[in-house]
């Protein structure tokens, strides 16, 4: 079975920095690019940054460029989420997806259940 | 980068109904990468549609995806009450992979 188990949320201060972690299992995870997307509270869902399956291609939205950095370790089967400068506006429930299709031009398939970021003082 | 604006913000309708969801973009989705989600409130995102008219494995055959271009509809013919839900689509054809703002189903 695929899953995707995300972990290292939590409450952080703002400026702070916290490094989330994707846990994948069930599929090749060296095949497939992966995405991190995020749902602030009462809000819709925005997509956050997405790896390809190499890692050797990362692509941000602007409004974390800069800041989130993006990365994986295939011996690992684990995809992270670095998050420096923390500002309040990035309080949210964080996901993991599994892309399917061409490359990096994927939707996606299977979700994690989330783990949960707040920025606040 | 491309804007996806649903319409329309709450649909009110009864089971066994037909619902009809419109996503439009700001500019042409090209080779009609867009997908559809529906979200449960407390759960992550499922895939319903992908390519714009390709169910996703063990979706239903009362959903459907339509549309190209800029225009695009999810189309759910007879309304289960399990379909009661929040429905985002998203465009893959290029970064940023934007999502539309959502369209809430609710039960009449």
């Known amino acids: 079975e695929v899953q995707l188990l995300e972990s290292g949320g939590g409450l952080v201060q703002p400026g702070g920095s916290l490094r989330l972690s994707c846990a994948a299992s069930?599929?090749?995870?060296?095949?497939?690019?992966m995405s991190w997307v995020r749902q602030a509270p009462g809000k819709g869902l925005e997509w956050v940054s997405l790896?390809?399956?190499?890692?050797?291609?990362?692509y941000y939205a602007d409004s974390v460029k800069g800041r989130f950095t993006i990365s994986r370790d295939n011996s690992k089967n684990t995809l992270y989420l670095q998050m420096n400068s923390l500002r309040a506006e990035d309080t949210a429930v964080y996901y993991c997806?599994?892309?399917?299709?061409?490359?990096?031009?994927?939707?996606?398939?299977?979700w994690g259940k989330g783990t949960t970021v707040t920025v606040s003082s | 980068e491309i804007v996806l604006t649903q319409s329309p913000g709450t649909l009110s309708l009864s089971p066994g109904e037909r619902a009809t969801l419109s996503c439009r973009a700001s500019?042409?989705?090209?080779?009609?990468?867009l997908a559809w989600y529906q979200q449960k409130p407390g759960q992550a995102p499922r895939l319903l549609i992908y390519?714009?008219?390709s169910r996703a494995t063990g979706i239903p055959d009362r959903f459907s995806g339509s549309g190209s271009g800029t225009d695009f509809t999810l189309t759910i013919s007879r309304l289960d009450p399990e379909d009661f839900a929040v429905y985002y689509c998203?465009?893959?054809?290029?970064?940023?992979?934007?999502f539309g703002q959502g369209t809430k189903l609710e039960i009449k």
């Open positions: 500019q042409s989705v090209s080779s009609s990468y």
């Open positions: 998203q465009q893959y054809g290029s970064s940023p992979y934007s």
């Open positions: 390519g714009a008219s």
């Open positions: 997806a599994k892309m399917q299709g061409r490359g990096v031009l994927g939707y996606m398939d299977v």
């Open positions: 069930g599929f090749t995870f060296s095949s497939y690019a």
């Open positions: 790896n390809s399956g190499s890692g050797g291609n990362t």
